[in-house]
């Protein structure tokens, strides 16, 4: 039972183009949501998060989307750049529960042409 | 601020041997998360640990233990090793924030068993 699904392993973009990584999610219990990048050999580096009081949240060159009535997230990235490649996974959880763990997808690899 | 270190980062392991990793969270986080990662499963919930005390647990078989200390650096064991057992193991620690805690994640152990 997947309840976070990133059903893009992989997406190809070219150098100062925008990339969007899209993630859904079933439980509908999940208010919390974030998103890491990963290197090979490396732990998830945190990137951006999103409560689902909100729609919208911006940081940089990166901005996280969430469309609560269809239980969507997409991470935007503009301008892409070469050192962007990476696996990114989308995280989410229940913040009011008791349950501290976080969902993870399954990872989007992305790479960015320069 | 020092990131969260794990040690060792690599190991090798033969079936049947049992295993120990460390962890140390970022100074001031009292939470303590564990998660494998293997090729085609992402991260997968093992345990977390807070104030010494185990809050949940992932869908492990018992052979994969944990335990924290009380200056919350934390270690799992893998008893009885099997060669699925091979992966990432990553270590996350966060510091309450009303259930909005961000996890941050240590390089992980790589842990081979042949």
């Known amino acids: 039972d997947q309840q976070v699904k990133q059903n893009s392993p992989s997406l190809s973009v070219q150098e100062g183009r925008i990339s969007i990584l899209n993630c859904d999610y079933t439980n509908s219990m999940f208010d919390y949501f974030l998103w890491y990048k990963k290197y090979p050999a490396e732990g998830p580096t945190f990137l951006i998060s999103?409560?689902?009081?909100?729609d919208k949240n911006e940081d940089g060159r990166f901005t996280v989307f969430l469309n609560k009535s269809a239980k969507h997230l997409s991470l935007h990235i503009v301008p892409s750049q070469p050192g962007d490649s990476a696996v990114y996974f989308c995280a989410a959880r229940n913040s009011g529960g008791s349950n501290y763990k976080l969902t993870f997808g399954k990872g989007t690899l992305l790479t960015v042409n320069p | 601020k020092a990131g969260v270190t794990q040690t060792p980062r690599y190991l090798i392991k033969t079936r049947g041997q049992q295993v120990t990793l460390s962890c140390s969270p970022i100074?001031?986080?009292?939470?303590v998360s564990w998660y494998q990662q293997t090729p085609g499963q992402g991260l997968q919930f093992l345990f977390e640990y807070f104030s010494e005390t185990q809050r949940n647990k992932g869908n492990f078989p018992g052979r994969f233990s944990g335990r924290q200390f009380s200056n919350s650096r934390s270690e799992m064991n893998v008893s009885t090793l099997e060669l699925g057992d091979s992966a990432l193991y990553l270590c996350?620690?966060?510091?309450?924030?009303?259930?909005?805690?961000?996890?941050?994640f240590g390089p992980g152990t790589r842990l081979l068993v042949l």
């Open positions: 999103i409560s689902s009081i909100k």
């Open positions: 996350a620690s966060s510091f309450p924030a009303g259930g909005k805690e961000t996890q941050y």
């Open positions: 100074s001031g986080h009292r939470s």
